[in-house]
């Protein structure tokens, strides 16, 4: 299936790792024109590169996107490079989930800077240039407990679920502008993140995710792979998924107990 998404501009923030960088090398190979972002100025330019090197016409900025300014920064870069935005997917993100009384006030407002105010600057910024191009689609990364909190898991599935509200609500909003906006809740899928986590802790990745599998139960017995993340959100980005709007699809191997 040809997803139409040659010469579109795509805006991908956290995308030096893991998810981003997996959906930012499906992005390429569909010969769509793709912005980076994320803190770590080493690991974006590698990432970046490798996208070059597969022909990709790239735009990578270093990027706390929990702060406004380098939001506005990031947006201003990418509209400066190619004029136009088409898409957005706000995937920058961090594990958080603990018991809630060991949450303290810090942690819950860097959780929602980080993983809303985020994407309410990130859209705000992107949504003037959606609209001058006629439409286009953004797409929130967000994780199975913003459907089904479960306990230990703030403050992110608290945010999470606000992530969902803030999807609903805008596509409600922006469809009449031809713009769709849809969530991809996460399950537990391989990326850089439990790499690190593996190495912290002494043992090869593949054991880890073999354990997450079975300690979680994902009834399709395994850890997903990234670019199985990269292809459902690579659709919901293109015209392809033209009449997909203000939906929170699970990509977990069917872990979440809510449909
Ligand atoms: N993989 C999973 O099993 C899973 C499960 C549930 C939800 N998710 C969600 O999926 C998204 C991607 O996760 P991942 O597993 O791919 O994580 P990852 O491998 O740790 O990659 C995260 C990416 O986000 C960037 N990032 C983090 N904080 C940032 C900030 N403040 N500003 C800009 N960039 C930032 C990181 O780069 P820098 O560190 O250099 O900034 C990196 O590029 C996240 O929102 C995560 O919460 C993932």
């Given amino acids: 299936m ?4 040659g010469g579109k501009v795509v805006l991908v923030t956290g995308g030096s790792d893991g998810l981003g960088a997996a959906l930012a090398l499906r992005l390429v190979r569909e010969g769509a024109r793709v912005a980076l972002c994320a803190r770590g100025a080493e690991r974006l330019e590698a990432t970046a590169s490798a996208l070059r090197e597969a022909g990709g016409d790239v735009l990578a900025q270093v990027t706390d996107i929990s702060r406004a300014q380098e939001v506005e920064r990031f947006v201003e870069a990418a509209v400066a490079r190619w004029g136009r935005v088409d898409g957005l997917v706000n995937n920058a993100g961090t594990a958080a989930a603990r018991p809630f009384a060991e949450v303290d006030d810090a942690a819950w407002e860097a959780d929602l800077q980080l993983k809303l105010f985020a994407a309410v600057r990130t859209a705000r910024r992107v949504l003037p240039h959606l609209r001058a ?72 990745v593949e054991a880890l995710y073999t354990k997450l599998a079975k300690d979680s139960g994902i009834p399709l017995g395994r850890v997903g792979k990234a670019e199985e993340f990269a292809d459902v959100v690579a659709f919901l980005l293109s015209p392809r998924a033209g009449y997909v709007s203000g939906t929170a699809l699970n990509v977990d191997g069917g872990l979440s107990p809510a449909v």
């Fill in 2 to 5: 040809d997803l139409e998404l």
């Fill in 133 to 204: 191009a006629g439409g286009g689609s953004i797409v929130n990364v967000l994780a199975i407990g913003a459907k089904a909190p479960g306990a230990h898991s703030m403050p992110s599935s608290v945010s999470r679920a606000a992530g969902m509200a803030l999807t609903k609500a805008l596509s409600k909003e922006l469809g009449p502008a031809g713009i769709r906006v849809n969530a991809v809740l996460v399950g537990l899928i391989e990326s850089g993140q439990w790499e690190r986590k593996a190495e912290a802790s002494g043992q090869s």
